[in-house]
Structure formats: C-alpha cells, structure tokens
C-alpha cells in the first residue's frame, strides 16, 4: 500500500471506531421511585449530552426481577439494598466497576465501604444509607404506648397503620418482635413470623414504598413502619409526625449504584456514578431526600440543621441492636411464600 494510502486506511478506522463504536449518548437508569431530585438528571445531561432514560420501581423484588428476567440487559444502571447486591453478584447478574473511571469514589467515607455484602466494593457504590423505625402522629397516639415493634399489634390502631411494600423490612419486624435476627433462615423463625403478622394485618390499612409520607401527612395513617428520611420529611410538613427507634432495634438499610451486567453504556454509566459521587451533588440528593449520605466530602456541605439531626445521623448507641438486612440465600422462598400469603389475607 503507498504511503498516501494508508494514511487514509488509518483516517478511515479512525472515524469508524469513533462513529460506529462509540456509545450512543444516553443511559438507562432504573432507581426506585422518589429517590432522586430528577433536576439533577437533566443537569447531567445538560453537562455530558448523554440523555437519561429514567424508570422506576418500590421494591427490589421488583427490581430484581425485570433484570433477571432481560438477563442484566436493558439497563445500564440500578440500585439494590445491600442484600440485594449481594444476590445479584453471587447471580452474575453485575457488570465490575472500572473505579479508573470513578474518581469520585476517593469522597466515599471508609465506613460504608467494603462491607460482606460487596467486599471491596467490586461491584457497587453506596448511595443513600438509613434506618427504618416506627412513625407516629403524637396528636392522635400517646407516644409513650409507642416505643417498640411489638407496640404495633396494639387494637388502638385498628387500620391504623402504613407498612413498606417491602418483604424483607415487615419480616424483619415479625422475626425481631419474637426475639430473632431480622435475616433467620430458620423455616420454624419464619413460620412463626407468618403467623405472628397474620396477627398484625387487620391494624394495616395499606403497604406503600413510593411515597409513604404523604399518607402520615393527609392524615391517613396514624403510625407504622418508615425509613428515617421520609419521617423527617413528614416532620417538616407536620410537626407531630415522630421517629421511633425502636427498642428491640432498628432496620439498618443501605442503597447502591450497581451496573447490570449486559448494560450496553458502561462508559455513559460510569459518567452518571461518577457525576452522582460529586460532593455538591451528594449534598443536594441527601439534603432534598433528608437520608444520610455515604459520601464523606459531600456530609461536610450538608445543612448542619440536617446533619445533627440524630433521627438522619443516629449516635451510635441508637444503632447498637439495629441489624443490616443481610442475603438470606435459598430461604427467600419461604419468606416470598408467605409474603403472599399475608397480602393475599391468608
Ligand atoms: C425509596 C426509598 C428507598 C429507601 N423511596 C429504602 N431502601
């Protein structure tokens, strides 16, 4: 080949690979509902030019199973609890992160990283972390009647109560009330627990995860079970809304950014981590969703009115006999049978 030749050949891959191989710009992210300021999205796309396709679920059972079902395929970024990232790499169903492309990872504080259920966080990066504990209206319900889980089977709240649309979280409640660990896979814990929130359901008057607040607010609902950053939300708006910790201890929950592992925008994917990691933008998710932030350099930008606030940043003493919800294996079964059996009114 001449000279001249080649310098074309070579031009003509260039513009191949760029063309042809480069990613089409956007991204496809699947987030639970009402868990990110969506402003920040088009911020990002105004930014990088990458348009984000933004869908959402209230649960990870949900979740999980859309992405099992495209087999990891269909989207390029999701955000399981811990236990859940847990399932999903043991699964294969997550793609390894390249943290090259995340040079804001350096901002995550030590302390949510590298934990069982992600060691070294190959996979996933913390996002939001929390509590769930019992909300009560202190103008209908004397708050010292409420200070446990096993306060919720009082007959005072009759169709009194909101609960999550969230098997794990109301198993835990049964289990813990019973004196076991919130992740038995135990099938005598676990029938126990049936049967013991068989007792509770005629006090529920709905489950909901997407926007649980509201109900307390309207009205609705006098008590149940909340994540701690929709109870202080529900505060702001109605100061008789309280948080419990419960005494025979709390939930302890954490969100993560994962990517599926047949994501087609990997690079694009890494951008939107990469762009959520960001201190400023860690502060504004944290301070509009009121849930503490893993980011280390983003909680030093957050209102101190926030920050202090021991319902969002528990002392450690209020966290002593929480537990984290941890992969129960082959028993979600058994807890997913009975879940249904108890919607169902069984
Ligand atoms: C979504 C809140 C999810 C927090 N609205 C619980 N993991």
């Not at 505060?235 to 087609?264: F, S, T």
Request: glycine share 6%; net charge negative.
């Amino acid at each position: 080949m001449r000279k001249g030749h080649l310098g074309i050949f070579v031009l003509f891959l260039y513009v191949l690979t760029t063309f042809v191989y480069a990613e089409p710009p956007e991204v496809r992210f699947f987030n639970w509902s009402d868990y990110l300021p969506e402003e920040l999205l088009e911020r990002f796309t105004a930014e990088t030019g990458i348009r984000v396709r933004y869908s959402t679920y209230d649960s990870n059972e949900a979740m999980y199973a859309k992405i099992k079902l495209l087999q990891g395929k269909g989207y390029d970024l999701a955000m399981p609890s811990t236990y859940y990232v847990d399932k999903m790499r043991k699964e294969g169903l997550l793609h390894p992160l390249d943290k090259a492309k995340l040079p804001g990872f350096k901002n995550l504080d030590p302390r949510r990283l590298d934990q069982p259920f992600d060691p070294g966080n190959v996979y996933s990066i913390p996002y939001l972390w929390g509590t769930t504990g019992i909300a009560v209206n202190v103008h209908r319900i004397d708050p010292a009647k409420v200070q446990a889980w096993a306060d919720l089977w009082r007959p005072e709240f009759r169709r009194g109560l909101l609960l999550p649309n969230d098997m794990r979280e109301v198993f835990f409640v049964g289990l813990r009330t019973l004196g076991y660990s919130g992740n038995s896979t135990d099938p005598r814990h676990l029938r126990e627990a049936y049967e013991k929130l068989r007792q509770l359901m005629p006090n529920v008057r709905l489950f909901n995860s997407d926007s649980p607040q509201m109900l307390y607010v309207t009205g609705e609902v006098d008590a149940g079970m909340i994540w701690n950053g929709n109870a202080y939300r529900a505060h702001q708006e109605d100061p008789n809304l309280r948080y419990v910790y419960p005494e025979e201890g709390c939930l302890l929950w954490m969100d993560n950014l994962v990517i599926p592992k047949g994501a087609e925008h990997l690079a694009n994917a890494h951008k939107l981590i990469d762009f959520l990691l960001r201190p400023e933008i860690g502060k504004l998710i944290a301070e509009k969703l009121a849930y503490a932030s893993p980011n280390a350099e983003a909680v030093k930008l957050i209102d101190p009115k926030l920050r202090n606030d021991p319902v969002i940043y528990p002392p450690d003493e209020w966290l002593r006999n929480g537990e984290y919800t941890i992969d129960v294996g082959a028993a979600i079964t058994l807890y997913a049978e009975y879940w249904e059996r108890l919607k169902a009114g069984e």
